[in-house]
């Protein structure tokens, strides 16, 4: 029996060895003596280690301490110079009274263990910083639409956004989203592309091509999914001008046929009205020419401001007078929509420098905007529509402010970006762009206060002197930008 157990202890597939309590090796195995000598009787830091006193934490000490097995890892010196990581567990050599008087070591080599997890980790550390450093926005969302993990970029962008709801992070609703392409992705594990207007931390606005898919466990449950998203603002700037007035001209054609008929009709009108002699018939036709005319005249200005960044005539401008006339342009269309329009005009409204036909056309876009929006609600018994302008230097204001169907943060954020509209099929997303446009090109801005339900309140401020745009493209501030 006795020979077996030793057979047992000189095969073993690892480092065998028995210290005595001076740490000198009183035995070891036939893989010991192959790799370190036939080195019995000397001391075991010197045999695995080359030192010439007792390691710190050496688990042969603390087993002879305590009379307990140890366990730890350690690296030793073979004799051909190599170092082995090793994997070292001690065990207790008792004699019949109990007493420690010897304790077992066994080393197991860990080296293709240590290679392993070498490369794991190094592997690890490619992909968390490929993560960090791909040029797009890359977070992983829960379950509950809780942000899990971001890319650097993507905290630069939005913040730190970690534990905050996406729809918060990306588009400051307080709601979630009425699609959201991560819960259908957690619905049935498809892989989402979709294109979205996001919100900076700082407010810019960015246009980005999103893809979301799953994050599956070993037991390919979707628990968590990863959306990458890519900036595409300056692709859609930089489309084909082509290509936008001709879904342009799509959106609005049937708005031209319509003008072109009532032109149609009032030419005919006039025609007979000379024709028989009816004077009120002449006058009648030569108005509705008159008034497609005009309308023809800013449905072109719009294309125009948008498929050519031209010049601003600056003249000028009655402020009260453009005002008054605009006011009584749409009180015939208020009427019809039993829509209550007002006119206050500030005693101290004087001129004020600008291009009448640009101001004009994004006065009329607001003005058309609140009409739009009191005609959609359905909840009061009554609408109104309120023109104010008055002089607040710097600025010469004009406010329109109507008690219609209101919008929430996010069509707040979005109302002035290209081709957005919250008409639906009735609007090409073209007017509030525009006057947006207009404003910063004469220096001044527009400034919206909206919540739904309440209605709308927009103030444009143009400057009582002639000044160039103040608003390039914004510049995320310093304290804006995420540093960890």
């Known amino acids: ?33 192959q790799d370190f000598g036939e080195r019995v009787g000397d001391f075991c830091y010197r045999v695995y280690k080359g030192r010439d006193e007792v390691c710190d934490n050496c688990p042969v000490a603390a087993t002879f301490a305590t009379g307990e097995s140890h366990a730890s890892e350690q690296t030793l010196i073979n004799l051909r110079g190599e170092q082995m990581p090793v994997m070292v567990h001690t065990t207790p050599v008792r004699n019949d009274g109990g007493e420690v008087v010897a304790v077992m070591e066994m080393h197991t080599d860990i080296r293709v263990a240590k290679r392993l997890q070498d490369q ?5 550390e490619k992909l968390s910083q490929l993560f960090e ?27 730190p956004a970690l534990g905050e709801h996406c729809y918060r992070v990306y588009k400051h609703r307080d709601e979630q989203c009425l699609y959201c392409p991560s819960q259908q992705a957690f619905k049935d594990g498809s892989v989402q ?42 692709i859609r700037k930089l489309q084909s001008q082509l290509t ?13 046929k319509g003008l072109l008929t009532g032109l149609d009709g009032g030419i005919y009108m006039v025609n007979s009205g000379f024709e028989k002699n009816r004077p009120e018939r002449v006058t009648q036709g030569w108005e509705m020419v008159q008034r497609n005319v005009e309308r023809i ?34 009180q015939k269309r208020a009427t019809d929509q039993s829509v209550e329009l007002s006119l206050a005009l500030d005693g101290d409204v004087r001129l004020v420098p600008g ?34 302008v008055r002089r607040s230097p710097p600025w010469m204001e004009f406010e329109v402010e109507d008690n219609g169907i209101g919008m929430d943060q996010e069509t707040r954020e979005k109302i002035f970006s290209l081709f957005f509209s919250s008409k639906g099929i009735s609007g090409t997303g073209l007017g509030l762009f525009i006057s947006n446009k207009i404003a910063d090109k004469h220096g001044g801005g527009i400034e919206v206060d909206s919540e739904p339900g309440r209605g709308t309140r927009f103030v444009v401020r143009l400057p009582l002197e002639a000044r160039p745009s103040t608003h390039p493209e914004p510049v995320p501030p310093a304290d804006a930008v995420a540093t960890h």
């Open 1 to 33: 029996m006795t020979e077996r157990y030793r057979q047992y202890f000189e095969e073993m597939p690892c480092y065998l060895s028995v210290h005595d309590p001076s740490f000198r090796i009183i035995d070891g195995n036939q893989r010991f003596r």
């Open 133 to 159: 450093e791909v040029p797009c926005y890359i977070s992983v969302q829960g379950p509950d639409r809780v942000i899990l993990h971001a890319n650097r970029k993507f905290r630069e962008t939005f913040g």
């Open 355 to 388: 291009d009448a036909k640009a101001v004009r056309a994004m006065l009329v876009n607001l003005i058309e905007n609140s009409l739009d929006a009191c005609r959609a609600d359905g909840h009061k018994p009554a609408h109104r529509v309120r023109f104010a």
């Open 244 to 256: 936008s007035i001709g879904l342009l001209v799509g959106s609005i054609s049937h708005g031209i």
């Open 120 to 124: 794991l980790r190094r592997s690890q």
């Open 297 to 330: 005249r800013s449905m072109v200005l719009d294309i125009l401001y948008y498929a050519k960044d031209r010049e601003l005539e600056v003249a000028d401008i009655d402020a009260g007078k453009l005002a008054a006339e605009i006011t009584e342009s749409f």
């Open 193 to 234: 592309r979709h294109e979205e207007v996001v919100t900076s931390a700082w407010g810019e606005k960015i246009n980005v091509l999103c893809t979301t898919a799953p994050i599956r466990n070993a037991a390919g449950e979707t628990e968590a999914v990863i959306e990458m998203s890519t900036d595409i603002t300056e």
